[in-house]
């Protein structure tokens, strides 16, 4: 009995398709950072270069006094998904304790650095 579970388990593991993992975004077109309370709040817009992206999030990489430092992340789209070639508008907002001087946010083409305003 746990043998055919495990196997029907598999099954449908291979049949639906896995969520990818996040990758970055195609590019960071702005960065505004701001700090209140001993929260830094970053809020980055940019661009993917498809449609069928979901989810963008800033994931954290590094906090220290000097700096935090995130990467700017989505969904990609299932492979074989039919979707719109062209450079598709990506935002997100983080949350990060801590009281750094800056924020620096890494996309694949590009990254971007911004004074944490007060």
């Known amino acids: 009995m746990p043998s055919r579970f495990l196997a029907l388990a598999l099954a449908c593991c291979c ?44 994931h954290v990489l590094h ?23 062209a450079v598709v508008p990506v935002e997100a907002t983080a949350k990060v304790r801590g009281k750094s001087a800056s924020v620096r946010v890494l996309a694949d083409a590009n990254e971007m650095t911004a004074q944490i305003l007060k």
């Open 15 to 58: 049949v639906t398709p896995a969520f990818a993992a996040d990758k970055r975004v195609y590019k960071i077109d702005s960065l505004i950072a701001t700090a209140r309370g001993g929260m830094v709040t970053i809020q980055a817009k940019g661009a993917v270069q498809s449609g069928g992206w979901k989810k963008p999030k800033l």
């Open 63 to 85: 906090v220290d006094a000097h700096a935090v430092t995130v990467e700017f992340v989505a969904a990609p789209p299932p492979a074989g998904m039919t979707v719109i070639e």
